[in-house]
Structure formats: structure tokens, C-alpha cells
């Protein structure tokens, strides 16, 4: 991090409280409240009550001099950003919650002394067990990931031999307390981010009010833009990571195994009694976070839909105004001979009524006369090219060829043969038909790679022509395979 990105954060309320000159009374009294017992909205008159008895059991005691009633801190602090003040719906009295700000401050503070003891073979374990599922994860080589399965396999194979040899590896109490601390912090940090989640919703929420108070489109546009940061949120990284964490909780199973886990865990005789009963409870805690942030979700959409509503109905009530206005200005100008004028082109609609459309009117019959015909003179019409067609036989080129084939010592037998044995009487038409052969049993070998230059004698006119073809090889098809490799000419 630095020295400019520090400096920008002086200004952070989680930094302004740690500054602050009653900040031991704020982190002492809120974090007993909102992050001990882990309480999300608590009602005006209960938090009053609660700060006063704080108030006076420190100022008996000396701790301190508070001379203001509870609700003034109250209100600092709120306007501090330490503490948000709501109004649940449905509800006449103000509730309190703690901000993101205020936890990460407890939490850095509640951090600070010295621990006796700090595990770290745990987390070490766990950063190589995330390194190894993000590695699987990614990999695409299946042959990879079935050698990593069968190496966990056997693993797994060598723990049961064990077991079954009677050798049972227990973890030291030393390394289940490094767990158990982990386990312990993890579920603090993941319910304290539930909090930055719902800061972070109500973040957009402010921005999306700001938005559609100067917007100037059309509410289209504004609800196309709420829409829009609301996929964005569902599909950001936090959306997301949110969202899975949200549906593995609603899971009855998980939430069973969870409990069962962590009930075998509170009895462990190795914790030496360290355990922490709260613990117990953290599903139901994570549980009641989640769903409080989906209801923020919930509340905030309902509050900007009527907010866009009023904004879209304050809209069209300054339209009438408008109208209004205009007509009483036309009112007031009737009748007067001196205005200077102006032509309106006003938009009409061209309207064509039913009876104004022509009615049905029948085809006009045309008369044929085909008594008279006229006498034809075929004398002088050439009909040769009717009859000028070339008719190929197939039939017969499959012969020619299957004779050489047969006659030929590898089996095969190329065009330039066929072409030389049994000499082209069709012209390009009979060439062309050798490349169309279609016999069971007989394959038709084109490699482009190699050609031949082939001279035959035209067809309808004396001289003889030459066409360059790509080598054809007419080979035996046995069973649906070649036989055998074809040759080069």
C-alpha cells in the first residue's frame, strides 16, 4: 500500500473511530451488542436503555466522564458513521445496526493483544488444500486429474490398511487447538462480511437514487440502468461467491452436518474446555445474516420502485402543468388580429374507410379461337441439337476397368491406363464419367498432389484435345476396406 493510498483513508470512519476521544466506549458498548451477541437491528429504546446503565456504571466506577444522555452519543455516533439508524418496514420506532466500519474496527482492536497461543500448521494446511483444488480445478488434462484421483486413492487406501492394522493417527491436542482457533476465527470474519455485503447494496442504492434525481431520460432508460447494475451485481465476484454461499446454507443436509460437526467438536475432551458455546450457534447466526441481506436486497428494490414511481408520476404532472399553461395562453391571445402567425405542420393520419375502397370486379373472359390454325413450315428448323445428347454407359467403363484390375498384378489400375487400353470415344464426357464410377467393390482413389496430361480424340469435330487430371487410381474394395496401399504412378 502506499503513503497517497493511506492517506486517503484518514478520512474512513473505521479509522476516525479508533481517533476518536470516546473510542473505548463506542468499541466496548457496540461490540458487546452488535458483534458478541451478534444482534442485527436493535429498537431505539432498548439501545438508550442499555448505553444508559453502561453510562452509569462508568461514571460510578471513574472510568470516565460521560455527562450527555445516551441518545446524544446515539446520534453522534450514527452521524459518525459508526452506527446506521433505520426504520423497519412497518415500524413507527428507529432501530440501530452497526456499520462495516464499526465491526473492522473491533475486530483490528480485539486483535491487537498478545496471544498465548497462534496456530499456524492449520492455515498452512489449508493454503495447500486451496492451492491444490484451484490447480485441479483448472487442469484439462484428464490424464492429469485421473493420476491426481488415483494418488488420493491411495491415500485413502493406505489410511484404511492402517486402520484395519489397528494404528490409529490421532491429531495432538496441540494441532486440534489450531483447528478449533481457525474454525473460530473463519466463522467471525464470514459474518462480519455479511455486513460490508448489505453496506455495499445500500451503496448502490444511494448511487441509483442520485442517478434517477438528475437523470434526464425517460423512465425507460432509468429502470434499463436499475436493471442493469442489478445484473451486474448478481454476476459480480461478491454476487456470485454470495449467492453459492447462500444456496450451500439453505442446503437442510449441509445444515445438519454442520450441527453434528460442530457439536462433536464442542465435546472434544482435547480443547481442555476452550471451546466456545457461541460456536454452536454460528449456523444459525450465518443463517439469519444471509437473510437479513436478502432482504436489504428486497427493501431496496421496493423502495426504488416507488421511488421511480413518484419520480415518473412528478413527471407527468409537470407535463399537464405545461399543457395547461399553453392553453391558457391561447385563451388569452383569441380574438386579437395582430399576431404575427405561424404554420404548423400537424401529422394526420390518411384514413380510408371500408365503402370508399373498389368493390370486387370479375376477370374479363378472353375468347380462344382454336379452330383457326395457321400452317407450320418445319423445313428450316434444325432440330439436331434435340437428338445431340451423349449417353455414356457406365456400365461398360466399370467393366473395362474391373478387366484391368483383375489383369494387373497389384490389384489396381489408374486412369491413364484405362484411358490408353480402351481409347476415349465420347471425348470429355466419357472422361469425366470414369471420375463418377459408383460399384460395390470398387474404390476411386483421387490424390490431387500428383496429375497426368491426357490427350483423346474430340467428339463432334476432327482434332484431338488435352486435359490435365489429377492421378485416379480404381482400386479393390474388400469388406469396406482398400485393399492394399495404392501406388504412385
Known sequence: MEFDDVTGLLDHPAWRLLRAENAPLVLGFCGTVFVDENVRGVPENVLVSRLDDQLYDLNERGMGS????????????????????????????????????????????????????????????????????????????????IDELRRERDRIDEQIAQLLAGEVDLLSPVALLDRYQQVENTAVELLRDFREVEANLRELDRRLRQD?????????????????????????????????????????????????????????????????????????????????????VRQLTEQLRRFLADHGREEDRRVVALVRSVQRHVAALDGRSDLPGIELEVPQVELALPMERRLYMP????????????????????????????????????????????????????????????????????????????????????????????????????????????????????GGVTAGEVEQA
Request: net charge negative; glycine share 6%.
Open 66 to 145: 460521560f455527562p450527555r444522555p445516551a441518545a446524544a452519543y446515539l446520534t453522534e455516533w450514527t452521524n459518525s458513521g459508526w452506527l446506521r439508524k433505520y426504520y423497519p418496514p412497518d415500524e413507527d420506532e428507529a432501530h440501530f445496526d452497526a456499520t462495516s466500519a464499526l465491526e473492522k474496527a473491533v475486530a483490528w482492536v480485539r486483535g491487537l493483544p498478545a496471544r498465548s497461543f497462534i496456530g499456524t500448521e492449520s492455515r498452512l494446511s489449508t493454503i495447500v488444500a486451496l492451492l491444490r483444488q484451484m490447480t485441479f480445478g483448472t487442469e484439462t488434462d484428464p490424464q492429469a486429474r
Open 212 to 296: 434517477v434525481a438528475t437523470a434526464e431520460g425517460s423512465k425507460g432508460e432509468l429502470l434499463a440502468s436499475f436493471l442493469m447494475d442489478r445484473e451486474m451485481i448478481a454476476e459480480s465476484d461478491q454476487g456470485r461467491s454470495f449467492q453459492a454461499f447462500f444456496d450451500h446454507l439453505l442446503s437442510p443436509q449441509r445444515q445438519e452436518e454442520l450441527r453434528g460437526l460442530l457439536e462433536q467438536v464442542h465435546q472434544l475432551p482435547q480443547l481442555g474446555g476452550r471451546a466456545n458455546r457461541n460456536l454452536l450457534k454460528i449456523p444459525f447466526a450465518w443463517l439469519e445474516a444471509a437473510e437479513s441481506t436478502q432482504d436489504t
Open 363 to 478: 376477370v374479363e373472359r378472353v375468347e380462344l379461337d382454336s379452330t383457326a390454325v395457321e400452317a407450320f413450315d418445319d423445313s428450316e428448323v434444325d432440330v439436331s441439337e434435340l437428338f445431340a445428347g451423349v449417353h455414356v454407359d457406365h456400365e461398360t467403363l466399370v467393366a473395362q476397368v474391373l478387366e484391368l484390375i483383375q489383369a494387373s498384378p497389384s490389384g489396381q489400375a489408374n486412369l491413364p491406363t484405362v484411358v490408353e487400353k480402351y481409347p476415349l470415344a465420347l471425348g470429355l464426357a466419357e472422361l469425366l464419367a470414369y471420375f463418377q464410377l459408383d460399384q460395390g467393390g470398387l474404390d476411386i482413389v483421387i490424390d490431387p498432389s500428383h496429375t497426368h496430361n491426357l490427350v483423346y480424340e474430340r467428339f463432334h469435330s476432327p482434332g484431338h484435345s488435352m486435359a490435365t487430371v489429377p492421378q485416379v487410381t480404381f482400386v479393390l474394395n474388400e
